[in-house]
T-cell receptor, first 111, second 116 residues
């Protein structure tokens, strides 16, 4: 079953922060986050494994609450280059590599 | 440089015609995937392969077929049975599963398929 992302879209000014959520109705093994620019291929951001870990990548970080079956992506002090559509991909069982992607969250950062 | 190459970038299909989308990777990855993306939508899994000569159906396999005769190649055929093939098709690969699970998927630049 497809995970649900919220919000669907968000508009920011440069320097503002944003949070994108990804929720599943099923138990999760891992959560992947990707960013896609218009007309381009998705680019990998990070993977979070069950265990509630939090990861960071420059000013982009994420958390994974396996009990709530939720993951959140945090964008701090957003830059123009952060614009794009963010997808979470969830893996329900380990060792399969099969991901189910959310519908995406479109982020637009304005000067 | 290692990567995933999809061709062609744009493809047009006539009614009743089968078309094949190419996907080649030189990353030495075991696992490969095909996704379909419709405007404003997420990625939906068509087929995936974890090893040569083996593949599994994804969530929307009807009207599609694949083969995995070589590790580096995973072509997708859109058959005439697929009544609504217009979409952006993305191929991806990852290091593998099992001991190599939890690896990121690397995507090609995609093929846009349209009906004439």
């Amino acid at each position: 079953q497809q995970p649900v992302q919220s919000p669907q879209a968000v508009i920011l000014r440069e320097g503002e922060d944003a949070v994108i959520n990804c929720s599943s109705s099923k138990a999760l093994y891992s959560v992947h986050w990707y960013r896609q620019k218009h007309g381009e291929a998705p680019v990998f951001l990070m993977i979070l494994l069950k265990g509630g870990e939090q990861k960071g990548h420059e000013k982009i970080s994420a958390s994974f609450n396996e009990k709530k079956q939720q993951s959140s992506l945090y964008l701090t002090a957003s830059q123009l280059s952060y614009s794009g559509t963010y997808f979470c991909g969830t893996e329900r069982a380990g060792n399969t590599g099969k991901l189910i992607f959310g519908q995406g969250t479109t982020l637009q950062v304005k000067p | 440089d290692g990567g995933i190459t999809q061709s062609p970038k744009y493809l047009f299909r006539k009614e009743g015609q089968n078309v094949t989308l190419s996907c080649e990777q030189n990353l030495n990855h075991d696992a490969m995937y095909w996704y379909r993306q419709d405007p404003g939508q997420g990625l939906r899994l068509i087929y995936y392969s974890q090893i040569v000569n083996d593949f599994q159906k994804g969530d929307i396999a009807e009207g599609y077929s694949v083969s995995r005769e070589k590790k580096e190649s995973f072509p997708l055929t859109v058959t005439s049975a697929q009544k609504n093939p217009t979409a952006f098709y993305l191929c991806a690969s990852s290091r593998g599963t099992g001991a190599y699970s939890n690896q990121p998927q690397h995507f090609g630049d995609g093929t846009r398929l349209s009906i004439l």
